[in-house]
């Protein structure tokens, strides 16, 4: 069964750094895509981008492009999302999901991790 | 960007009933167009994929249909634990979109 295990919940400050993590624990990280979504408190679903752990190439949204990283390290399963300067905006859960390249590539999800940032 | 609009935002229904929720999207892309259930605190579940396929494991109640730029998935005899959210999302191409979500209530 594929399983994939988000690091804990967090508490930051604005203008402070974060990384979180999603470790697969599956035999394939580099046969799929991995992508973040962020659910803002009592919204919707947003994909972010992703990640392609075989050869680290990304594809982000625009409406978040510049503010956030993905990266992925291959040797030990995991994918990463980053930020170098927090806002209170960033707020939210943040889901990593498993995608096969091809056809509709249906997301496997993480179980999520909650972000808050506050001064 | 593929725009995907989701109707209607909420809906109200007893258990029992069928219920219909539609995602219309602004260009036509085949069938890459998946449906998904949340619950509160829950990570999303696939339901269907592929708009017509229905996830291992997932009620037969539930069914998925269309292609082009409309699509809906549909619970056949709505069941307690089907109260949740529903998302439609597109995967043909980046940024991928998810819709606004459809919120059932129990009536």
């Known amino acids: 069964e594929v399983q994939l295990v988000q690091s804990g919940a967090e508490v930051k400050k604005p203008g402070e750094s974060l990384r979180i993590s999603c470790k697969d624990s599956g035999y394939n990280f580099t046969s799929y895509w991995i992508s973040w979504v962020r659910q803002m408190p009592g919204k919707g679903l947003e994909w972010m981008g992703r990640?392609?752990?075989?050869?680290?190439?990304?594809d982000y949204n625009p409406s978040f492009q510049g503010h956030v990283s993905i990266s992925a390290d291959e040797s030990i399963g995991t994918a990463y999302l980053q930020w170098g300067s927090l806002k209170a905006s960033d707020t939210a859960i943040y889901f990593c999901a498993r995608h096969p390249y091809y056809g509709s590539s249906p997301f496997t999800w993480g179980h999520g991790t909650l972000v808050i940032v506050s001064s | 960007d593929i725009q995907v609009t989701q109707s209607p935002t909420s809906l109200s229904a007893s258990v029992g009933d069928r219920v219909t929720i539609t995602c219309r999207a602004s260009?036509?892309?085949?069938?890459?167009l998946n449906w998904y259930q949340q619950k509160p605190g829950k990570a999303p579940k696939l339901l269907i994929h592929a708009a017509s396929t229905l996830q291992s494991g997932v009620p037969s109640r539930f069914s998925g249909s269309g292609s082009g730029t409309e699509f809906t998935l549909t619970i056949s005899s709505l069941q307690p634990e089907d109260f949740a959210t529903y998302y439609c999302q597109q995967t043909f191409n980046a940024p991928l979109t998810f819709g606004q979500g459809t919120r059932v209530e129990i009536k």
């Open positions: 260009l036509t892309f085949g069938s890459y």
């Open positions: 990640i392609d752990p075989s050869d680290s190439y990304t």
